[in-house]
């Protein structure tokens, strides 16, 4: 009741409440404003990479997304250089089938390009893989494929019941911001979160590169049945 009949009181408050207001729609907005720019970075940063480059940015992208036992057929050991050859990559699923990836920094005929690579991959004298062991093929780039492109290219894989699956530009860089940073500051150094969640072989990594550090990676022996609490 004291407030109420104090108007200079009322009026102090309302003011405060609206410098409080405002500053948080300040750091809203900022906070808005560098995901935005975070999210700039990292697409024009992969648009920037050589062929290379980005083949090593996607062996780590899809090998991250789950996909195990990478071939790199497509690069140069121990350098960001290409080599010739179909497919650019290749994973061996559990079940003894193979993966088939191509990849792409093309901004201009993306379509004719993995056109051309997706004929390559069901050629098996460029692959030395009979068709019927194939059960994927991926594309990687970092353009714009559209609608219409990526359902032709998926009929020329479905007679043979190939899957298709594609990871474009927008896709990656989403993924490499929200679920994988360390693979955007490793390859692209572009710090996205403080680096306190990394993967498990990163954490063993990081541990054991310290002298006096006692190793983590030793086989478990004995000791399975506490193992599989875990």
Same mark, same amino acid.
Request: include cysteine.
């Given at each position: ?13 309302s ?5 409080? /207001? ?6 809203? /907005? ?20 050589? @062929? @290379? $480059? ?9 090998s ?13 050991? @121990? ?14 699923t ?10 792409? +920094? ?8 993995? $056109?051309?690579?997706?004929?390559? +991959?069901?050629?098996?004298? $460029?692959?030395g ?5 194939? /059960? ?20 020329? +894989?479905?007679?043979?019941?190939i899957?298709?699956e594609?990871f474009?530009?927008? +896709? ?26 990394v ?31 875990f």
């Amino acid at each position: 009741t004291k407030l109420q009949s104090n108007p200079t009181a009322i009026s102090y408050l309302s003011i405060m409440r609206n410098i409080i /207001d405002n500053k948080i729609i300040q750091l809203w /907005d900022t906070q808005i404003m560098s995901k935005v720019n975070l999210t700039e970075s990292i697409l024009n940063s992969l648009t920037e990479q050589d @062929g @290379g $480059k980005f083949q090593r940015i996607a062996n780590a992208y899809l090998s991250a997304k789950g996909y195990k036992n990478l071939t790199a057929t497509g690069s140069k050991i @121990g350098t960001d250089k290409t080599t010739q050859g179909t497919p650019d990559a290749y994973f061996r699923t559990q079940n003894g089938k193979y993966i088939l990836v191509e990849y792409s +920094c093309q901004q201009s005929g993306l379509y004719a390009k993995f $056109k051309e690579d997706i004929e390559k +991959c069901l050629n098996t004298t $460029k692959t030395g893989i009979p068709i019927n062991q194939i /059960d994927k093929i991926i594309l990687c780039h970092t353009s714009i494929l559209h609608a219409r492109n990526f359902l032709s290219l998926k009929k020329l +894989c479905e007679p043979h019941q190939i899957e298709l699956e594609e990871f474009g530009l927008n +896709c990656i860089a989403m993924d490499l911001e929200d679920k994988y940073p360390w693979i955007a500051k490793k390859y692209l150094g572009i710090q996205i979160d403080t680096g306190q969640i990394v993967t498990k072989e990163e954490f063993i990594s990081y541990y054991e590169k310290s002298r006096v550090a006692t190793s983590i990676s030793n086989q478990f022996f004995s000791r399975e049945s506490e193992l599989k609490l875990f």
